[in-house]
């Protein structure tokens, strides 16, 4: 499964702040994860590891999730 890599950091959407610009950009490459794939295809990975990660990858993820959950529903406890 391919995915559209194709993403772009305008001047207009960081005022013109170069720095800002630079910091989006690889906070995007971060998000689809196109720096990780590039090392990942470096080597051959043997696809029971490669499963293995994933599914690690997937429960981290799924533990971070529910304590954002948690935390939300902490905090809308405190309001009331």
Excluded: L, W
Aim: hydrophobic content about 20%; charged content about 50%.
């Amino acid at each position: 499964m391919k995915k559209n890599s194709n993403f772009s950091v305008t001047s207009r959407e960081c005022r013109g702040n170069h720095e800002k610009m630079i910091r989006k950009f690889i906070k995007k490459t971060k998000k689809h994860r196109i720096i990780e794939q590039v090392k990942d295809r470096q080597r051959y990975k043997k696809p029971s590891v490669a499963k293995k990660e994933k599914h690690q990858r997937a429960e981290r993820q799924r533990t971070r999730d529910e304590q954002k959950r948690r935390r939300a529903k902490e905090r809308r406890n405190r309001r009331n």
